[in-house]
């Protein structure tokens, strides 16, 4: 167990529909990672938060945004969604932000119809 | 675009056998390499890791090469077992001031036959 925790385990929706995801990092890290994951693309970096900033930016789409809130827990929001969005969505976290060990939670995986 | 290209895309070895994964990358400027191991419905997570100043790191069973001049690195699995079955995800590490980028090989899916 990483110690990251991440709500929903899945989610069915269908195309249009706007999700939520969210991600409670390991206690005492700072920073929290997304990366999405599909079975063409591998593990692509979507977006980086250190506390509470934006720090870093991947091949995240205009139509997806995230956050994170003071108590460092992160949310991803995914709207418009199309069913190539359909992939499993992990966070992950890290104590400073430039550590070499990233620590990933288990995984939400969308179903989008 | 894949920073790091990772081969084969998928392995099956005998129980006991060797288990090699490739992987190559060209930004120079990469500075640490981790593999990351994946089992089915769980996250990744870190395996072994080395950097370029060294050419070889063992741990247990599993042992990392690395070639500076080809900026090629590969994972060695001996005596591979049935718990290794797993996808092996190479990375690259670019630390740029404070902020640092891990890039991701598409990943090797080893299954080992009992």
């Known amino acids: 167990d990483s110690g990251v925790t991440q709500t929903p385990k899945h989610l069915i929706t269908a195309t249009g529909q706007r999700v939520t995801l969210r991600c409670s990092p390991r206690s005492g890290d700072l920073s929290v990672y997304w990366y999405q994951q599909s079975l063409d693309q591998g593990l692509q970096f979507l977006i980086q938060?250190?506390?509470?900033?934006?720090?870093a930016k991947g091949n995240i789409l205009e139509r997806f945004s995230a956050q994170q809130f003071p108590d460092l827990h992160s949310e991803l929001n995914l709207s418009s969604l199309e069913l190539g969005d359909s992939a499993l969505y992990f966070c992950?976290?890290?104590?400073?932000?430039?550590?070499?060990?990233?620590?990933f939670g288990p995984g939400t995986r969308l179903t989008v119809l | 675009q894949q920073q790091v290209k990772q081969s084969p895309q998928s392995l099956i070895v005998q129980k006991g056998g060797i288990s090699i994964i490739n992987c190559a990358y060209e930004?120079?400027?990469?500075?640490?390499f981790p593999w990351y191991q994946q089992f089915p419905g769980k996250g990744p997570a870190l395996l072994i890791a080395?950097?370029?100043?060294?050419s070889e790191k063992k741990e247990g069973r599993f042992t990392i090469s690395f070639n500076k001049s080809a900026k090629q690195f590969s994972l060695h699995i001996m005596d591979s077992q049935p718990g290794d079955s797993a996808t092996y995800f190479c990375?690259?590490?670019?630390?740029?001031?404070?902020?640092?980028?891990?890039?991701f090989g598409a990943g090797t899916t080893v299954t080992v036959r009992a």
């Open positions: 930004n120079t400027a990469f500075d640490y």
């Open positions: 938060y250190y506390n509470g900033e934006e720090r």
């Open positions: 992950a976290s890290d104590r400073q932000g430039s550590s070499n060990e990233q620590f």
């Open positions: 990375a690259a590490t670019l630390h740029i001031s404070n902020d640092y980028k891990l890039s």
């Open positions: 080395i950097r370029p100043d060294v």
